[in-house]
C-alpha cells in the first residue's frame, strides 16, 4: 500500500505549499504529482480492467479495438502504430489520463482545494489504472467546463463530442452539468438529449451488451455503494451551507439529491448502480469546482476543511477497495507492480 501512499503525500505536499503561497501553482502541483504519474504509467498488471484491456489491445493490429468508442479506440491505434506493444498503449492512456487532470487543476486558481483535495486522493488511481475510458473522458469533461457553455456553446459541444466519443457515457455529464448549474436551458437540454437517444438507437447491439453485462452482475453486498452516498451527501450539504459561495440554482441540488438516492437503489440491484454513482460523484464534484464564486474572491477556511474530510472519505474507500481485492483477479491493485521491463532492470 506504500507505493499509493507515498506519491500522495509528496503531492499533498505539493498542496500545502501552494496553501501557503495563497493560490495554485502549476510548477509545484506538476512536480509534486511527478510520482503518482509515473506510478500509473509505469505499472504492470495492476489495475482491475488493466489485464482487460491488455487483451483486448492485443487484437489492435488486426484492427480490432476495446469498447465501441470510436475515438477511444483511433487514438488506441495510434499509439499500437508507435509502438505495436499493447502494455505501451495501455500505460500511454494512463498517462494521458493523468496529465489532462493536473493540467487541469494546475492551470485553475481554485484548482488545488476542488481537484487536488478530492479528485486526486479519491479518484486518481481509479481513473488513470482502472476505468480508463471514462477517465480519459472524464478528463475532457473537466477540461470543457473550463469555458462557459453560454458564452462559447459551439466549443463546449466539441468538447462534448469528444468526450463522447471517447466513452459514450460521458454525455451524462455534460447534459447534467448544464441542467445543474443554469437555469432557463430547458431546450439545450432537451435537444442534447434527443442527440443522445438518437445516437444510442444507431447502436443497439452496444447497449444491448452493456445490459447484458450489468444483468449478470449483481452488487457485491448491501452496504455497495454506500460509501459514494456519502461523498454525495457531502457535497450536497456543502452546496447548500455555503450556497452563497456557489452558482448553483436550487433546482441543481434537487437533480442531484434525486439522482444520488435512485442510483444508490440501483447498486442494490446491479453493478451498473455503482458506475453511475461514480459519474454523479464526478459531476457533483466539478459543479462545486466551476461554480465557485466566492463574494471575498478566496477560499472559505471551513469550506476548505469539509473538501478535506470528503476527500479523506474518499480516500478510505479507495483503501478499502484495493485491500479488499488484494490478491484477486488477473491485475489487482494489491500488490502493485512495476512493468516487466523494469522488474528485470532491477
Not at 432537451?190 to 452482475?217: C, E, H, N, Q, R
Not at 437533480?255 to 444520488?260: F, G, K, Q, S, T
Not at 479488499?324 to 532491477?346: H, I, T, W
Request: hydrophobic share 50%; with cysteine.
Amino acid at each position: 500500500m506504500m507505493y499509493y501512499f507515498m506519491p500522495l503525500l509528496i503531492f499533498y505536499f505539493g498542496l500545502a505549499l501552494c496553501i501557503a503561497y495563497g493560490g495554485t501553482n502549476p510548477v509545484v502541483v506538476l512536480t509534486c504529482a511527478l510520482p503518482m504519474i509515473a506510478l500509473a504509467a509505469l505499472r504492470g498488471h495492476c489495475g482491475t480492467d488493466t489485464a482487460a484491456y491488455y487483451q483486448a489491445f492485443t487484437d489492435l493490429g488486426q484492427g480490432n479495438g476495446y469498447g465501441g468508442e470510436p475515438l477511444f479506440n483511433a487514438y488506441a491505434q495510434l499509439l499500437w502504430y508507435i509502438n505495436p506493444d499493447p502494455r505501451f498503449v495501455v500505460n500511454s492512456i494512463s498517462m494521458t489520463t493523468a496529465l489532462l487532470l493536473l493540467w487541469s487543476i494546475s492551470r485553475s486558481r481554485f484548482g488545488i482545494w476542488f481537484g487536488g483535495l478530492i479528485i486526486v486522493p479519491g479518484m486518481f488511481y481509479e481513473l488513470t489504472m482502472n476505468v480508463m475510458r471514462y477517465g480519459l473522458a472524464s478528463s475532457i469533461f473537466l477540461m470543457a467546463t473550463s469555458i462557459s457553455p453560454q458564452r462559447k456553446p459551439t466549443r463546449f459541444f466539441i468538447y462534448a463530442a469528444i468526450s463522447t466519443s471517447v466513452h459514450f457515457s460521458s454525455a451524462l455529464l455534460f447534459i447534467l452539468f448544464v441542467a445543474t448549474t443554469r437555469r432557463g436551458n430547458t431546450l439545450m437540454i432537451l435537444t442534447a438529449a434527443m442527440v443522445v437517444l438518437g445516437g444510442s438507437l444507431l447502436m443497439p447491439d452496444y447497449f444491448t451488451d452493456k445490459a447484458s453485462l450489468y444483468t449478470g452482475i449483481s452488487a457485491p453486498n448491501a452496504s455497495s455503494g454506500l460509501l459514494f452516498l456519502l461523498i454525495q451527501i457531502g457535497m450536497l450539504g456543502v452546496m447548500i451551507v455555503y450556497r452563497r459561495q456557489f452558482s448553483i440554482p436550487p433546482v441543481g441540488w434537487l437533480i442531484c439529491a434525486v439522482l444520488a438516492a435512485c442510483l444508490y437503489g440501483m447498486t442494490q440491484v446491479s453493478y451498473a448502480g455503482i458506475r453511475f454513482q461514480l459519474i454523479l460523484v464526478n459531476l457533483m464534484l466539478v459543479m462545486l469546482w466551476r461554480q465557485f464564486s466566492p463574494p471575498a474572491g478566496r477560499m472559505n477556511r471551513n469550506l476548505a476543511m469539509c473538501l478535506f474530510v470528503i476527500g479523506l472519505i474518499a480516500l478510505a474507500g479507495r483503501i478499502h477497495n484495493m485491500s479488499d481485492e488484494e490478491g484477486r483477479g488477473e491485475s489487482p491493485f494489491l500488490p502493485y507492480r512495476v512493468a516487466p521491463a523494469l522488474q528485470d532492470m532491477g
